[in-house]
């Protein structure tokens, strides 16, 4: 959770809707998984290239994620790079497919920390408490008093 902006919470809060609202979520299929709902929302492809593009690799999105090269020019590459350039770490999209990232899953509630990561509310779970950690980040972020100064700056 490197960098903290709210077009990054913004892109979690759409995928949970996403996921919320499709009858599709599916682990096993590339363009339906953890990662792969996140990918649609970044980059506006659909399932269905997602999906083309991973099979031209092989694995899971944990794999080619390990496998990651910008410069390969294979398409899988090229969708991580725009998660990657968007915003998000490779470390970040592993812990998404796996639900594993120790600070998210830290914030979870106590009953709540064991999450199966092929589960639609266990996903849904894991990105709104990824966004609110940002969102939390953000805000403590803010210097009130710098905020202040630069508005008092301006109105003088």
């Excluded at 796996?98 to 998210?104: A, D, G, I, M, W």
């Amino acid at each position: 959770m490197e960098k903290l902006r709210m077009d990054l919470v913004q892109a979690l809060r759409n995928t949970v809707e996403k996921i919320q609202s499709s009858p599709e979520y599916q682990w096993g299929h590339m363009g339906l998984c953890n990662c792969g709902f996140l990918a649609q929302e970044v980059t506006a492809l659909t399932k269905s290239q997602i999906h083309s593009s991973a099979m031209m690799g092989h694995g899971d999105w944990t794999e080619q994620l390990n496998d990651y090269c910008p410069t390969s020019g294979l398409p899988m590459d090229g969708i991580i790079n725009a998660l990657i350039n968007f915003g998000f770490t490779v470390s970040e999209l592993q812990h998404l497919e796996r639900l594993s990232h120790p600070e998210v899953v830290r914030a979870l509630p106590p009953n709540r920390q064991y999450l199966k990561y092929n589960n639609k509310e266990d996903v849904m779970l894991y990105l709104n408490t990824w966004a609110f950690l940002l969102e939390e980040r953000i805000i403590g972020s803010i210097d009130i008093a710098e905020l202040t100064s630069v508005q008092v700056a301006s109105v003088g």
